[in-house]
């Protein structure tokens, strides 16, 4: 008899969770039923069946649970269409932290050692066992190998005058794991355009990984030493400014004030008014576009920026009719995490299905604010097409 995947019927059981009222709004944002017409994939679904579990009328085995959690790209366009605010990400990292099996350990390990795996995702495939497709990872190596910077697009932006309205300010950069790891440029950008506005750069007092990536891979207890960390290391520095440049870092280290993480009542309001983002701060400042500039930059807005789009803003500024972005059109990339490993067939749909929507032409660029979002464009982008972080354009 297959084994019941218990810790399901114990949330609903307890009623720590509204019960989906099956409506299907989220059927018309979920880019896994966009890209594929299945609705088995769909968050409906997985609450479907979730509730089936707990009143008893099904069961699922752990080999079932681990494929199902594989399944969500944990972009959260679910909950913001649910009318009860149910999300499925949070309900597939249950189901991973239920059963987890090695994708859910590499991952883990992936981020957590990022110094040591980034440089070694070429070799990826001599550190798995059976349970994970050989041929599943190795089709995903285009996007591993894409973190790099060589198909970086040329810097065409130069700043030439800088809003230097916080001068003075003590500041911190929270990279991130990409930035870090794999493209220290966007690193370096950023620094130098801090320097510029005229803050005072404080040394990295010892973050770690944001956090995010290991919630949703069922991880919760790393992902809450982690977070723990960063909040020590910005206790360290003396509660500076705290900048970052990726959506999905702004949006794992804004989670931190709705957490039970250790922050005081005074502290949870500082940490929301201190974390910023760069383009935020870059406010007033002017830029010169170069001889090098493409004929058309398409904006990609991240899944988890979805909420505060401080890029957008921030790059119709500097870059002004050369930018095309439509509200209507806001395609996920497909990158999701487990979903780019274990299913890449599903992760390479969804990424077709953004590029068809934004249909760029040879010598047009892609921007966007997400490390994620850049290497699964970047690798999936057609010929005569460059992905880039906003940061790459700026020399």
């Not at 409906?44 to 649970?65: I, W």
Request: with cysteine; aromatic share 6%; hydrophobic share 45%.
């Amino acid at each position: 008899m297959a084994t019941p995947l218990t810790p399901i019927h114990c949330l609903h059981g307890q009623g720590r969770r509204p019960e989906c009222i099956l409506c299907g709004r989220c059927l018309s944002v979920c880019p896994l039923f966009a890209a594929t017409g299945r609705e088995e994939l769909s968050p409906r679904a997985k609450f479907f069946l979730a509730r089936a579990v707990a009143e008893g009328r099904a069961e699922l085995s752990a080999t079932a649970a681990e494929l199902l959690a594989t399944m969500c790209l944990s972009c959260g366009r679910c909950e913001n269409a649910c009318p009860l605010g149910l999300c499925g990400p949070d309900l597939v990292a249950e189901l991973r932290a239920a059963h987890p099996g090695f994708a859910g350990f590499l991952w883990k390990l992936w981020i957590e050692r990022a110094g040591l795996m980034w440089p070694l995702a070429r070799t990826l495939t001599r550190l798995l066992p059976g349970s994970v497709p050989i041929e599943a990872v190795g089709r995903a190596k285009g996007a591993l190998a894409a973190m790099g910077s060589g198909d970086a697009p040329a810097p065409w932006l130069a700043p030439r005058t800088f809003d230097t309205r916080r001068r003075g300010q003590k500041a911190v950069l929270f990279a991130g794991c990409v930035a870090e790891h794999a493209n220290p440029a966007w690193k370096v950008s950023a620094v130098r355009l801090l320097a510029g506005l005229g803050l005072e750069i404080l040394p990295d007092p010892g973050f770690t990984c944001c956090g995010c990536t290991l919630g949703h891979s069922g991880a919760p207890e790393a992902q809450a030493a982690m977070q723990q960390q960063n909040i020590e290391a910005w206790r360290t520095a003396g509660r500076p400014l705290l900048v970052t440049f990726c959506a999905t870092c702004r949006c794992g280290l804004r989670a931190y004030a709705r957490k039970d993480l250790g922050l005081t009542m005074d502290e949870i309001g500082l940490w929301r008014d201190q974390l910023v983002s760069l383009a935020d701060l870059l406010g007033d400042t002017s830029f010169d576009i170069g001889p090098g500039a493409p004929p058309a930059v398409r904006y990609h807005r991240p899944c988890h920026g979805a909420g505060g789009n401080q890029d957008l803003a921030f790059l119709r500024r500097a870059m002004g009719e050369r930018l095309i972005f439509n509200e209507n059109e806001t395609p996920c990339c497909g990158f999701g995490g487990l979903t780019k490993l274990t299913s890449p067939d599903l992760s390479d749909a969804v990424a077709a299905m953004a590029l068809a929507i934004y249909a760029p032409k040879p010598g047009e660029q892609i921007v966007t604010g997400c490390s994620g979002c850049v290497t699964q464009l970047r690798a999936a982008a057609p010929a005569g097409v460059v992905v880039g972080h906003w940061l790459e354009l700026i020399g």
